[in-house]
């Protein structure tokens, strides 16, 4: 089983992914970790990534994604702003999709509490303005607890 839980910074898709990991007993990755050294250095001087900056990083995401799958799966967490980017990790039809949305002031607001994050507080309206809405999977509201989310998710994904 391959579960994606995308979102913009600061949406929880940490928290939420720890908990399906949790859950369901399987491995857990974070995106971020997968980043390249100069992605890291360009957003912690406060730059947007590219098209180009991610297309490794989202190589290597759906590398580890089918290394996953030979041994049950795993869960990840991918802001995967962009179709182009969902589609090169939908390695197979049977991935399920996490969409984490809400309000911008909340997101801010959770953004500005994060401590020893590269990603910085400023870079949201960039990834706003990126995101593209999925037409797929399930779209859960931050507004609600993490508890709340997880449950959903869990539901979502036994159907």
């Known amino acids: 089983m391959l579960i ?7 949406t929880g ?10 859950h369901f007993k399987l491995p857990f990755f974070d995106a971020d970790n997968f980043h390249p050294p100069e992605n890291i250095e360009k957003m912690s001087n406060g ?6 900056d991610r297309l490794p990083w989202l190589q ?9 799958e030979k041994s049950g799966g795993a869960v990840l967490a991918c802001s995967a702003l962009k179709q182009s980017y969902r589609d090169i990790l939908q390695v197979n039809d049977q ?22 994050h590269y990603m910085k507080a400023s870079m949201l309206d960039s990834q706003i303005a ?12 931050i507004a609600n607890s993490p508890e709340k989310m997880i449950e959903e998710a869990i539901s979502y994904i036994h159907k």
């Open 4 to 10: 994606i839980v995308t979102g913009v910074s600061g």
């Open 13 to 22: 898709k940490t928290t939420i992914g720890k908990g399906l990991s949790n």
């Open 47 to 52: 730059f947007p990534l590219n098209d180009k």
């Open 60 to 68: 290597a995401l759906a590398n580890q994604l089918m290394e996953s």
């Open 95 to 116: 991935v399920k999709w996490i969409h984490l949305e809400g309000d911008r002031e909340l997101i801010w607001e959770r953004m500005l509490a994060r401590k020893n």
């Open 130 to 141: 990126t995101w593209e809405e999925p037409d797929f999977g399930l779209k859960l509201s």
